[in-house]
């Protein structure tokens, strides 16, 4: 299902400020969650997968390093350069995850990690996957767990609540069951669904706070608005999470649905 609405000319621009920040110092941490996504959707040399909100391309790489041919497609020119740069086998282009530029069918796996909620409508979003995934192949979508199960939701709120306020409700697609019941509407059948632990560590408070600052572009603020936020956070929201070294740990905790397009 082709979307009309898509929200990729304001989260692209606002990812594309961030890209080089994101890659540096974010996207590595949900390897955990990328590998057991591979894991539960059978990766293998030869899958035709694409992953939609690909970011600076760490699952591209994850892919093509087991052999699978890939695709990617994110908003954010910056970090589809840098993906194309990291995976230059990968077919990688700048579109909205609501409208594929891709043909039905084109696909054995399509994924999508911490991408779909930007979305419109995450239910269109899942349909459009759907779409390019085809019958037989399968659709996995990994989020962020419940906010409650996340000890980085306590730094990342301060950041969060300077975003202009969406014109609808976010999606609640964190809690469990829920992404399940857009999957379903959306045509697809409920494969496996589980938990995954997502650490999230810094070494020390200056790269807490340089992680932040370099993800606040993403949020739509510049400097000097989220420069105090980032100090007042981390001098107090992130201080329970500091240990006697002087190092930051979060424990966190991501969820992914494998859903299998059938006829
Ligand atoms: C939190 S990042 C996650 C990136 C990557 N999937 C990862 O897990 O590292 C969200 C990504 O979704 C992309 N995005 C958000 N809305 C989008 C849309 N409507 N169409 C395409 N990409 C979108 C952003 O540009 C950004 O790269």
């Not at 954010?76 to 700048?94: D, F, K, M, N, Q």
């Not at 043909?103 to 759907?130: I, K, M």
């Not at 202009?164 to 999957?183: F, K, N, S, T, Y």
């Not at 494969?191 to 650490?199: G, I, N, T, W, Y």
């Amino acid at each position: 299902m082709n979307a009309e609405r898509t929200t990729a000319d304001a989260e692209g621009p606002a990812w594309h400020a961030a890209a080089d920040g994101w890659a540096e110092h974010w996207a590595g941490f949900a390897a955990p969650a990328r590998e057991a996504v591979a894991q539960a959707a059978g990766l293998t040399a030869g899958t035709a997968v694409l992953d939609a909100g690909c970011g600076s391309g760490e699952f591209c790489a994850l892919a093509a390093s087991r052999g699978a041919r890939v695709s990617g497609i994110d908003a954010a020119p910056g970090l589809v350069e840098i993906a194309r740069r990291a995976v230059p086998s990968a077919e990688i282009r700048t579109g909205p995850i609501e409208r594929l530029p891709w043909p039905d069918a084109s696909f054995d796996l399509v994924t999508a990690f911490n991408a779909l909620q930007f979305a419109a409508d995450v239910g269109v979003a899942l349909a459009e996957l759907r779409r390019v995934a085809g019958t037989g192949a399968q659709v996995a979508v990994c989020n962020w767990g419940r906010v409650e199960d996340s000890e980085m939701e306590a730094v990342f709120r301060p950041l969060a609540e300077l975003k202009a306020p969406r014109d609808r409700p976010a999606p609640r697609v964190r809690e469990p069951g829920v992404l399940e019941d857009v999957g379903r509407q959306a045509g697809l059948t409920v494969r496996s669904a589980a938990e995954v632990d997502v650490p999230y560590a810094f070494p020390d408070r200056a790269a807490l706070e340089r992680a932040l600052r370099a993800l606040a572009p993403a949020y739509g603020v510049g400097p000097e608005t989220s420069e105090p936020v980032v100090a007042a956070t981390v001098e107090t929201a992130a201080s329970p999470y500091r240990r006697a070294d002087g190092s930051y740990r979060f424990e966190n905790t991501y969820r992914y649905v494998v859903f299998a397009v059938t006829a």
